[in-house]
């Protein structure tokens, strides 16, 4: 675009040079090819500055498409790991009257063979992030333990009896532990 210009302006200035003939009108040609050359030269400074904005509009948009795609992934990836979390959690807590009753066969002679069940079973979910929550003796804690006896005593408030093991998964209380108090 630049370059037409310019050579259309040294055309119209060779054009009124050789019309007027030699000598001043010489000189006063190749002045105005000379001012032309340089508005073409401008011109092209000018398209040249307009293209190099553009590119840079561009190339930021395209890093700021790149980061957000980068942001997306990690999202998804964290909403999918966080759903898969949430499933095994819901899981688990389906096992808990099952880990209930064989503590219960157990606790009444139910034999090597429910203790060892109930061993693999808990170790398994022990392996998966599954921790028994099995206080007595500890003080007593209302965000893991429930209450449902209490008996005076001396000093502050302590797990005397566990009547049912509550579990925690991945650190989150699933089920408190059914507990009495004493103090």
């Known amino acids: 675009m630049a370059d037409e210009a310019a050579t259309e302006a040294t055309a119209e200035a060779v054009t009124e040079a050789t019309a007027e003939g030699a000598g001043a009108g010489v000189e006063e040609a190749a002045e105005q090819s000379a001012q032309a050359v340089e508005q073409a030269a401008e011109a092209v400074e000018q398209d040249i500055a307009a293209l190099a904005a553009e590119r840079d509009e561009f190339k930021a948009l395209a890093q700021r498409i790149q980061a957000d795609f980068e942001n997306y992934k990690k999202r998804i990836m964290k909403q999918q790991t966080e759903h898969l979390e949430r499933a095994a959690e819901t899981l688990v807590a389906k096992l808990l009257p099952v880990l209930d009753t064989a503590d219960l066969a157990v606790a009444h002679g139910g034999g090597e063979a429910v203790e060892q069940v ?66």
């Open 118 to 183: 109930w061993l693999a079973l808990s170790e398994a979910l022990a392996k998966e992030g599954l921790e028994r929550i099995d206080p007595k003796g500890e003080a007593f804690d209302p965000t893991r333990h429930e209450a449902v006896m209490h008996e005076e005593g001396e000093g502050g408030p302590t797990v005397s009896d566990v009547m049912r093991a509550g579990y925690a998964w991945k650190g989150r209380v699933l089920r408190p532990a059914m507990v009495k108090v004493t103090g």
